[in-house]
C-alpha cells in the first residue's frame, strides 16, 4: 500500500449530501459527531463542501430531481472519492421505492462503495459501515 | 547562499514550521475535543491530512483564471515561511536580523490572507467572491490594530524597529508582558491573532455552514494541501510572534526550551479555548469590535508605555 492511499485511510473526509430526505438520518450523522460516538478518532470531518470531499454521503430517497443533482455533484469531486449509500432510501428507495418521482435508488446513478441499510442506521451501525469502507 | 536556504527550508523555515504548525494544530483539535466530552484525532492526523491532500487530484476552475488560482496558494505558503524565519532566526541567533525587519514581518503576515483573496476570486465562484469580500473587511478591521500595536512595542522597546533590538531590550529590562501596558498588548494581540488565522469568532471568511468554507471552496487535492500548510505555518508564526514582541523571544539552552514550549503552549490553550467558546460574529459586529474596543485599547497601551507604565 503506498503513502498516499494510507493517508487517505486515515483521513477521510465526509461531504454530506441530503436527497429528499426526511431528517431523521441527517440527525443520526451528527450523533456520530458527538462526544459518545466520535468519529473523529479515525480522523473524519464534516467538510462543507465537494472539493475538499473524499466521502460522498448520500441520504435520503433520490427523487427525479435531485438525480442529475447527485450526479453533478459527483462529477465535481475531486478523485479517489468514496459512496455511501446511506439508510435504506439510500440504498433500495425504501418506502419509496414504488413512488411517483422516485428517481432510483444511489447504485443506479454512481458507482457506491458501501451501503449502511437501516431507518434510520444506529450510530453503531453507521461506525461498522466505516471499519468495512476502512478495511476495504 | 547554502545556508540561506538551510534556514529558509529547514530550519527555522519550511520544514522545521510545517512541523511545529502540525503538532500545535493536532493540540488544537485535540482541546477542542476534550473541551467537547470527545477523544480527539490522533497525533499525526495533520500529516495525513496533508499526505491526502497530495494524493488527491486537484481540479481547476473552468471559468477562471488557473495560473492565478494556483500561484495564490504558493505566494501564500512562501510569505509564511519567510515571516517565520524572519520572527525566528534573531530569537535563535542574537544580533541577526536588519534594521526594520518588524515592519517587514508585518507585511509578509498579511500576504497569506491577501493571496488567498486573489485565489478565490481568480476561481470564479459566487461563494468564494463572497468570502474574498468578507476576508478584505476583516483585513481592514484588524490590520489597523495590529500595527497600532506593533507601534506601542516599538516604544517600549526605545523606538527600535528590529526583531533583535526588541528581544535584546526585554532581556534587560523585563518581558514586556510584565507591565500593564504590555498586559492589554497580550489582550489586544491575542484577538488579532485569532482574526488573521480565521479561527472562529472571525471565521465568517469561511464560515463553513453558511457559505461553504468560502474563500477555499474551489481548492482541492495538493492546491489545498499548500494552503493547510501556510494555515499551519501561520498557526505556529503568529503565537511565536506575539512570544517574541512580549514574552522575551525563544531560547534554546536548557530549561529554556521548556519554557518556550510553555509560553507556545499558554498561548495555543488560550486561542483554542477563546475558540471554542464562541460564536461566529457578524461582520459588522467583527469591525466594531476591532474599530472602537480593540483600537481604544491599543491606545491607552501606547498612552501607558509613554508615561513607562
Redesign the interface.
Known sequence: MS??????R??LWVFHFGGASCNNCDIEILDCL??RY?I??F?MQL???I??A?VLLVSGSINRKCRARLLKVYN?A???ILVVAFGACGCTGGIFAEGNVFGGPVDTIIPVDAYIPGCPPKPEAILAGIVKLLNK | MIKDLFYFLIFPGMIFSVLMGGILSWSD?KIT?RV???????F??P??????L??????LPEHGARLTFLAAPVFALFSATLANVFILLPSIFPGSGFKGDLIVVFYLLTIPSLSYIIGSLASGNPLASLGASREIKLIMSYELTFILALACIVIKSGMSLSISDIIAAQQEGGAFIGSVSGVLLFIVILFVIQAKLALVPFDMSEA??EI??GV??????SA?AIIKMARYIMLFTLPSLMMTLLMGGFSLSGFGILWSILKLVVILLLITLIRNTNPRLRLDQAMRFFFIWMNLIAVIAIGLSIIKL
Open positions: 503513502l498516499g492511499s494510507y493517508c487517505f486515515k483521513s458527538t462526544s466520535d473523529e478518532r480522523g467538510v462543507g463542501t472539493r475538499h473524499d465535481q475531486p478523485k479517489p | 483539535r475535543a467537547q466530552f470527545r477523544k480527539g484525532p490522533p499525526l492526523q500529516f495525513y491530512d496533508i499526505g491526502k497530495f494524493y488527491k487530484e486537484t481540479i463553513e455552514t461553504a468554507h477555499f471552496i474551489e481548492y482541492s487535492g489545498y
